[in-house]
């Protein structure tokens, strides 16, 4: 043998190193059950030397080649087989690490007008140096996760398209999308990884804090992050807010009237608080409604018992128009306070940066429900804020508003909320915002109890909805979606050819291939612990994880989430099978209807078996 150089794939030549035949046979061989001996081996080795003649150049190709001739010239045919296959695997690899490559190259050099991967997700502006950082991490996890995690026939149908995997890049490390209950987490205030957050005392810092709440939230899941009762949970600070003000517009009328004579700021403030009954003197939205009466009355007592501690109390009339001047100037302060807020907090979801600097938080927000005056002052100021727009009067791409419409409460001219309703249509007819969620459907009245704003379906701007649960409490806040995997229908149909029985057995296979590729994900992601989610988890945001250490898995409590199936191309799949679409024919319509709802008795029938929430 006179071979004293190899030239590898990539170009360059190396020396001759026998060792490596010896070793890559010796890999294949360990695979069989009845391995090769040592003399074997080197017997085949010898051959394939013998094989090279006098050359003394020769490629890494040629001498596989040889490797595989010479282990079938000896009868070794298992082993052979093996050998091509882990020949073929890592020639795999490395076409994906040649990929991977171009990919970065790609991701560096280009810039995203003439990059359709650098503009897969127009949430990330990979132009910038971070939105460049988090293209090249995406990426790189994919690489990871196809060539060494992935089992083959996932990869496969994913590969070919015949399905689509979600958001690989984070299949190892965390889950989709949740809905956050901002009541439940701003009671008694909240940490985000970073530093402790006291309860929020003003409409100011309950909006504020709401993006906070979403952009930390992101940080730990890849998908996008709702509010299920938006209203609600700002309707608490409009209260706090309300307060503050009418203690200090009294503030402002004692000056008027006596000056600082007889109490100090601070003192005032304290003496009040503590006469005031908060729950009768609150915010309404007309100053000769019976609530604003009563809220006047409860003033006037107060007031009257303050001053009588510290001085002749002003004369009856005198003192009544002062609480009439004092309660109007509350509630206009804490009007104009929730439109600062709600403004604040369209202009802060479409700044604020999540996930290494890289990208807007994905953001949803519901509301429509709560008939409080306080509840529809939110909700017709966070309409006022999208109508005005951003700063330039551009429509405010987040967060994707959602306006909850039920019978009795907003649908019908009589119901408290139907002006609320009416303006939320001119709104979206300008601003495309806010989308519609039918509390009436059947399939969401079910579950609807009222007074109970969990009770309430609320959607993610995705459209996920949430909200059966076989493992718990039937209710939309703390809870969200795993992760889920969408079956590419006209390439089932395409590869039918028009015959249904092929296209049933196709749908199948892969409504179970995507069931058992989640459960796969399932089994890496349920052995996360809680401190890997300090926010979702640590803060208790998601359902039960406030019950758990840092230390527990987050197997226990991920049995509230909910884990899709979900397919596309139902109108081009029905054409590629019999010619037409739904829209075209009543037999498209059936066979689209039973395509639809075939998929749906699969998961029904994997909800049963497994106790595990399928849709």
């Not at 795999?92 to 190259?105: I, N, P």
């Not at 510290?310 to 005198?318: G, L, N, V």
Request: proline share 3%; aromatic share 10%; with cysteine.
């Amino acid at each position: 043998m006179t071979v004293t150089t190899v030239t590898k794939r990539a170009g360059h030549a190396v020396p001759y190193d026998r060792s490596k035949i010896l070793n890559a046979i010796t890999s294949a061989s360990k695979e069989y059950v009845h391995p090769m001996t040592a003399l074997e081996i080197d017997t085949v080795t010898k051959s394939v030397e013998e094989a090279f003649g006098d050359r003394t150049e020769i490629s890494v190709e040629e001498i596989q080649d040889l490797v595989e001739k010479q282990l079938l010239a000896h009868g070794h045919y298992d082993i052979a087989r093996r050998y091509i296959t882990y020949r073929q695997r890592h020639a795999q690899r490395r076409l994906a690490q040649k990929h991977l490559m171009e990919s970065y190259r790609d991701i560096f050099f280009a810039d995203a007008v003439d990059s359709d991967l650098k503009r897969d997700n127009a949430n990330i502006n990979t132009d910038a140096s971070m939105g460049i950082m988090l293209k090249l991490g995406a990426e790189g996890a994919k690489h990871f996760v196809d060539n060494y995690v992935l089992e083959e026939r996932y990869a496969t149908a994913d590969r070919e398209n015949f399905i689509h995997i979600h958001d690989k890049d984070f299949s190892l490390i965390t889950f989709n999308c949740c809905q956050i209950d901002l009541l439940k987490l701003f009671r008694g205030g909240f940490s985000t990884g970073h530093g402790f957050l006291r309860e929020p005392n003003s409409i100011r810092a309950y909006a504020s804090l709401a993006c906070i709440a979403i952009q930390s939230n992101q940080n730990d899941m890849f998908g996008g992050q709702s509010i299920n009762a938006f209203d609600y949970a700002m309707a608490d600070g409009v209260k706090k807010s309300f307060r503050k003000a009418i203690v200090e517009e009294a503030w402002k009328a004692l000056l008027y009237h006596i000056g600082r004579g007889y109490f100090t700021h601070e003192a005032f403030k304290k003496a009040l608080r503590a006469e005031l009954d908060f729950a009768v003197c609150v915010y309404a939205e007309k100053q000769d409604d019976v609530r604003a009466e009563q809220a006047r009355a409860e003033l006037m007592r107060a007031l009257r018992t303050v001053y009588s501690a510290a001085f002749d109390t002003p004369a009856e009339q005198e003192l009544e128009a002062d609480v009439r001047t004092i309660y109007q100037l509350a509630c206009e302060s804490v009007e104009e306070e929730t439109h600062q807020a709600m403004e604040a907090l369209i202009h802060n979801f479409n700044t604020l940066h999540s996930r290494a600097g890289a990208q807007v938080p994905f953001s949803s927000i519901n509301y429509g429900m709560d008939t409080s005056p306080e509840g529809r002052l939110v909700i017709r100021e966070v309409l006022s804020a999208i109508w005005q727009g951003l700063g330039n009067g551009e429509t405010a791409i987040f967060p994707i508003s959602v306006f909850q419409l039920k019978a009795g409460v907003n649908y019908n001219p009589e119901d408290p909320n139907y002006d609320l309703f009416i303006e939320s249509c001119r709104v979206s007819a300008r601003r495309l915002f806010p989308n519609y969620v039918n509390l009436d459907a059947p399939y969401n009245l079910q579950y609807y109890k009222p007074g109970d704003y969990n009770s309430c379906v609320a959607t993610m701007g995705c459209r996920t909805r949430v909200m059966s649960n076989v493992n718990g409490p039937e209710q939309s806040g703390s809870r969200g979606n795993f992760s889920f995997t969408t079956i590419n229908l006209p390439k089932l149909a395409l590869e039918a050819k028009g015959d249904l029985d092929k296209f049933w057995e196709l749908y199948d296979y892969y409504i179970d291939l995507c069931h058992d590729y989640l459960l796969d994900r399932l089994k890496i992601i349920e052995e996360k612990h809680i401190y890997n989610y300090p926010f979702l988890m640590g803060q208790g945001v998601w359902l039960d994880s406030e019950k758990a250490s840092p230390v527990d898995s987050i197997k226990e409590v991920l049995k509230h989430a909910s884990f899709s199936i979900g397919f596309c191309g139902l109108a081009e799949c029905l054409v590629a099978l019999i010619g037409k679409h739904h829209g075209e024919s009543e037999e498209a319509q059936k066979l689209g209807l039973e395509s639809v709802g075939h998929m749906r008795e699969r998961t029904d029938a994997y909800t049963e078996a497994e106790h595990r929430n399928w849709s």
